[in-house]
């Protein structure tokens, strides 16, 4: 035995005594000082609860990594729309029924399912559907779908915190609304970035690296959540 | 816009052969296993299986995030009821003090106890004006920087109660005078504490010893 593996049982041996520890620490939820904010509202707070959605959104790199995915071969305005809205109809769906019907799940687990949401999104873009797949799943449903996860996600984590059941409803709803305002401007910062990318002959070079990328920090997302699960929870 | 869209149901479109797309997500997936376990891991959960953490500094960075959400966890089950004694006996002799601070118009300031854990601390202060508080506490040994918040409150001008420290360390208020006027707090507090340590911004700490 050397001195390194003593060691390193007796940090595992930390982090197994420490497995009470506050999983909102680790996921990628409300950060502290909102969390505590969260906590002390007592009835209806729509400005703050719509920033901290939008907030969440703008700062949720796993959210923007599936939409970059989605949208990777999405030319058009029209299916740009169509897709968009069927994740804002998934996630929103969740996130109010999950809040307000109290339906929570263990939050790594919901993280990883959104982590394979980016790999398999990856994994399409660069055709490995069609190649390794006899059917075709239609992607549309698959983005609905995927987007019932990420509101899921979102619903647990708000439930982590005991909010006030005074205007709860109203506080949801902003919160949602806060998520859309924040999908948008992060769309419409990716979009710009993509259809000036689109211009240049380097597109369609670098398109599969790219989404070789995106597939990496999936798995990441996967493997980071699944640690959490398995080390703390 | 490009005129030429790429459709997802067309596969006459494909340029990618299989072994390519699967060599990527086979180099996808080391990478990413890779970065988990190299720094990730010693970084977040303080897990450290190949060392590289202790090398690179990252392991630190681990253990101190998990001692803190450790004592995180202790502060919040330290409240539970049963937990404490209906008398817990002490060698020392009860103390009392009522001291009063002068704040400066828009000065804060914090005054702290020294409690063991499970000590119990009395108390009741009050402001001549409307002031702003925060009670918390700093465990001993907690990394540099480290507080653990118990009750905040705006523009109040008294409170009174008791305080269990759920753990070792030094417990007390900050009070933030926000008005353009000096003001006072007085507090009385009665308790088995052995030390008090008074701190102001850009001033030296005032230690108090209690016998």
């Known amino acids: 035995m050397t001195q390194r593996s003593t060691r390193r049982s007796m940090i595992v041996a930390l982090v197994l005594s420490t497995g009470a520890a506050d999983a909102t620490l680790v996921a990628h939820g409300v950060s502290g000082k909102d969390a505590v904010f969260l906590q002390g509202i007592d009835g209806a707070a729509v400005g703050p609860f719509m920033y901290l959605g939008a907030k969440h959104m703008v700062t949720g790199y796993d959210h923007l990594l599936f939409l970059c995915g989605v949208i990777f071969f999405l030319y058009r305005a029209k299916d740009v729309l169509v897709y968009v809205s069927l994740f804002t109809l998934g996630h929103s769906a969740t996130l109010l029924l999950g809040v307000l019907g109290g339906i929570k799940a263990n939050p790594y687990l919901i993280d990883a399912v959104i982590g394979f949401s980016v790999v398999y999104k990856a994994f399409e873009n660069m055709e490995g559907l069609h190649r390794f797949l006899p059917y075709q799943p239609d992607s549309r449903l698959v983005v609905l779908v995927f987007g019932l996860f990420h509101g899921f996600g979102l619903a647990t984590k708000l439930q982590e915190f005991q909010l006030s059941p005074k205007g709860l409803v109203v506080n949801i709803l902003s919160f949602n609304l806060g998520v859309e305002i924040g999908q948008a401007l992060a769309l419409g910062a990716i979009l710009i970035v993509f259809s000036y990318w689109r211009t240049r002959p380097g597109f369609v070079r670098h398109a599969f690296a790219t989404n070789g990328f995106v597939m990496a920090c999936g798995f990441l997302l996967i493997g980071y959540q699944l640690s959490g699960y398995v080390l703390l929870s | ?211």
């Open chain 2, 1 to 211: 816009m490009l005129s030429n869209p790429r459709v997802y149901t067309l596969p006459d479109t494909l340029t990618n052969a299989r072994h390519r797309i699967a060599l990527a997500s086979g180099i996808a997936l080391l990478v990413a296993g890779l970065v988990l376990v190299f720094f990730v891991l010693p970084a977040e959960f303080a897990v450290d299986p190949f060392g590289v953490g202790a090398r690179t500094g990252l392991l630190d960075l681990g253990v101190t995030g998990q001692h803190v959400a450790a004592l995180d966890a202790a502060a919040s089950q330290g409240g539970a009821a049963g937990e404490t004694p209906i008398i817990a006996p002490d060698e020392k002799t009860v103390r009392h003090e009522s001291v009063t601070f002068s704040l400066r118009p828009r000065e804060g300031m914090e005054y702290k106890y020294r409690l063991a854990k499970g000590q119990v601390l009395l108390f009741t202060w009050t402001a001549s004006v409307p002031v702003n508080y925060e009670a918390h506490a700093e465990p001993d040994g907690a990394p540099r920087g480290y507080a653990q918040t118990y009750e905040k409150g705006t523009a109040r001008q008294s409170a009174s109660g008791t305080l269990t420290a759920p753990f070792s360390g030094i417990h007390g208020w900050f009070w933030e005078n926000t008005t353009d006027q000096p003001a006072t707090v007085t507090l009385e507090a009665s308790g088995f504490y052995t030390l008090s340590h008074e701190f102001r911004a850009e001033e030296a700490v005032k230690t108090k010893t209690f016998r």
